[in-house]
């Protein structure tokens, strides 16, 4: 069944602002269905794609609906929360309207704070839980740089299915290493423990200087640029989750 809303609260949700200003730019006739001004802000209006493909609110097109899903070129210093003693949340590399959304835009899994590369972001519940169910298995691919060089056995370790991490109780599931110099090297994991990539190479005895994640599925960067953020296109969430 297709939800209904009254437009201001829609408007709201979507983060246009207080609902008291909302309110009144509706009732200036900013917004606009069809090529007519809806004027009263408690007017129920379908919420679905569809149904608001031809609306505008101040003369743009409505912000997408939820849920939404987004992807970050994460620079290193970001956190993957809302609020970090100093002020360096990957959500401030977004436009405002988008911290200001109902429900919550929150990060798929979590990069820590150096390191750098695509992290996804959605206000939908299901999608973010599809996006890190460990029953899907979505791969992701890191660039890995290392502080002392690579000894050779680490691909056939990390393969082998059978490495436990300090503090728990399964191994990790196999990972794919593939070496590109000495001291560099990619990473297939298609789990997402804590602090994974730094703890297996610590549990061998090296240390990762740093670490930039270069894909989630089928997803990656495409040029995106560093603190640079881009829409996930319906088919390549489709995809992903496919
Ligand atoms: N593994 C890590 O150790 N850190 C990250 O940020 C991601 C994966």
Redesign the pocket.
């Known amino acids: 069944m297709t939800q209904k809303l009254r437009l201001d609260r829609l408007l709201s949700n979507l983060g246009y602002g207080p609902r008291r200003q909302i309110q009144s730019h509706i009732r200036k006739g900013k917004f606009v269905f069809s090529g007519r001004a809806i004027s009263d802000p408690s007017e129920k209006v379908e919420v679905s794609k569809q149904a608001l493909e031809n609306a505008t609110y101040e003369g743009e097109p409505l912000e997408h609906l939820a849920p939404m899903v987004i992807k970050v070129h994460k620079p290193a210093g970001y956190v993957c929360a809302h609020h970090d003693e100093d002020g360096l949340s990957i959500f401030h590399l977004l436009p405002e309207r988008f911290r200001l959304r109902t429900p919550t835009l929150t990060t798929v899994g979590?990069?820590?704070k150096d390191?750098t590369g695509l992290i996804l972001c959605s206000d939908g519940g299901d999608i973010i839980h599809a996006l890190t169910h460990p029953k899907n298995h979505i791969e992701k691919e890191?660039h890995v740089t290392l502080a002392d060089p690579l000894s050779g056995e680490e691909a056939d370790i990390f393969a082998s299915g059978t490495l436990m991490l300090r503090s728990e109780d399964k191994p990790l599931l196999p990972a794919t290493l593939k070496q590109i110099d000495e001291k560099t090297c990619t990473l297939i994991l298609h789990e997402?423990r804590y602090?994974?990539?730094?703890?297996m190479f610590a549990a061998l005895g090296n240390k990762?200087e740093s670490?930039h994640?270069i894909r989630v599925g089928a997803l990656s960067l495409d040029g995106l640029e560093e603190g640079a953020w881009d829409y996930v296109r319906e088919e390549d969430l489709k995809r992903l989750l496919s």
Do not use: I
């Not at 602090?195 to 703890?199: L, S, W």
């Open positions: 979590r990069l820590d390191t890191y997402g602090h994974q990539v730094k703890r990762v670490l994640r």
